[in-house]
Nanobody, 127 residues
């Protein structure tokens, strides 16, 4: 069955870096865009980044532009989210999801554009 599994979260100091991994199984990854969203305590899920099926189109939320980089390796069934210059406001549970098609949607609608989501990985940025 379709499964997405996130890993790579942890505790990091402000200014630090983390690399998140999203391993996809049970479907042909290169037919779908993949998105990352996050949810902080007491807040709604928000879109973070999206990559089209062939990696040719990348979208980012304004709050992470220039700091986060999304990429994918379809041969390995993995999507990455490299997060640099982390800030305390980046603290959240991060989820990856399969988008309903090969193209990315607006970052604003990303949380409702996926048909399967992983269980999430916690990222905590704190000194």
């Amino acid at each position: 069955q379709v499964q997405l599994t996130e890993s790579g979260g942890g505790v990091v100091q402000p200014g630090g870096s983390l690399r998140l991994y999203c391993v996809a199984t049970g479907f042909t990854l290169d037919l779908y865009a993949i998105g990352w969203v996050r949810q902080a305590p007491g807040k709604e899920r928000e879109g973070v980044s999206c990559i089209s099926s062939n990696g040719g189109s990348l979208n980012y939320a304004d709050s992470v532009k220039g700091r986060f980089t999304i990429s994918r390796d379809n041969a390995k069934n993995i999507v990455y989210l490299q997060m640099n210059s982390l800030k305390p406001e980046d603290t959240a549970v991060y989820y990856c999801g399969r988008i309903k098609g090969p193209d990315c949607t607006s970052i604003y609608y990303l949380p409702v554009s996926g048909d399967f989501w992983g269980q999430g990985t916690q990222v905590t940025v704190s000194s």
